[in-house]
């Protein structure tokens, strides 16, 4: 992981794969923009790493002065699950979630921080219009039972949205306990909304879940397939539902999922997303909070158009 100590003012990435990412070119022309003294490193963890190698990579930035903060992607349970007791402070959506997707400081103290609550609904909004789930009582389907599955869920039935939430929600994974902890955690924000979590251990149970939905659905890949390793969570004989919306969380890789989906596009007229928006959003909120940021509409404005251009 190549933990040495900073020289010059630190923000880590936290990842599988992260001298892939957009952001290591793109974070300098955002530091630019918003007058900050400092550089990005990336910190590479396999999938599913020791408990002691995110103890360690946690205690490296709370010791090290120069190091600011991180932004946590992939390994944002695993790096609750082993190092919340490391922190200070952990805010009310880390502890709800039991996931940290953001590591700051303030006064003294480490900060663990859950943003993807906000983040996915930042990003949601941006393509799924007010109104969409009570005019057409459609479903939503959610392919992975991480982090980023538990938030959009949250997000989808929560009851703070009165009658625009989906009519069913269908939830797939491959590990049961990780389809458990997001009941337990969904439970604690809604129980109006069915929800349906079933163990997956082929592609093709994923299909036939989703060859049942109804028109006006949404379908989102939160696998990290695609990404930090290649495939689909679907076989190409998947059939979309009519007039749905298709989210793919990723933004690089082989996006092979958001392949799938434009094949069937017009047909079936489909709305289709990629994860570009939502890393946008997840990358100026965790910025606004270690570099202790307001980021208004105007200066994310201004943000979304530099990567814009950079993309």
Request: charged share 25%; aromatic share 8%; with cysteine.
């Amino acid at each position: 992981m190549n933990l040495v100590k900073a020289h010059e003012p630190t923000f880590y990435f936290i990842g599988v794969t992260t001298s892939q990412s957009s952001i290591m070119k793109l974070f300098p022309l955002w530091a630019k923009a918003l007058n900050l003294n400092a550089v990005i490193k990336g910190i590479d963890i396999e999938l599913n790493a020791d408990p002691e190698v995110y103890r360690e990579v946690v205690s490296f930035i709370k010791q090290d002065e120069l190091s600011l903060g991180a932004l946590v992607t992939t390994h944002k349970i695993n790096v609750y699950k082993a190092a919340a007791d490391l922190f200070d402070e952990l805010d009310e959506s880390a502890r709800l979630f039991g996931e940290l997707s953001c590591i700051s400081k303030r006064g003294g103290k480490l900060v663990g921080h859950a943003k993807d609550p906000l983040t996915s609904r930042l990003a949601m909004e941006a393509f799924i219009p007010a109104g969409f789930w009570s005019e057409h009582r459609g479903e939503a389907l959610i392919l992975g039972a991480g982090g980023s599955g538990i938030a959009i869920a949250s997000n989808l039935v929560h009851d703070s949205k009165g009658s625009d939430r989906p009519s069913k929600v269908y939830v797939v994974d491959r590990d049961e306990k990780r389809l458990l902890e997001m009941k337990t955690v969904i439970e604690n924000v809604s129980t109006s909304v069915p929800v349906d979590y079933t163990v997956v251990t082929k592609t093709e149970q994923s299909d036939r879940i989703l060859g049942s939905l109804k028109p006006y659905s949404a379908v989102i890949n939160a696998t990290g397939l695609g990404k930090d390793r290649p495939g689909s969570p679907l076989t190409d004989n998947a059939v979309f539902p009519s007039h749905s919306v298709v989210w793919e969380l990723n933004y690089r890789g082989d996006l092979l999922f958001m392949h799938q989906a434009l094949k069937q596009k017009d047909k079936a007229n489909l709305h289709v997303a990629d994860g570009w928006m939502y890393f946008i959003h997840g990358w100026t909120q965790v910025i606004a909070e270690v570099f202790h940021l307001e980021i208004d509409s105007g200066t994310f404005a201004k943000l979304e158009q530099i990567a814009s251009d950079f993309r």
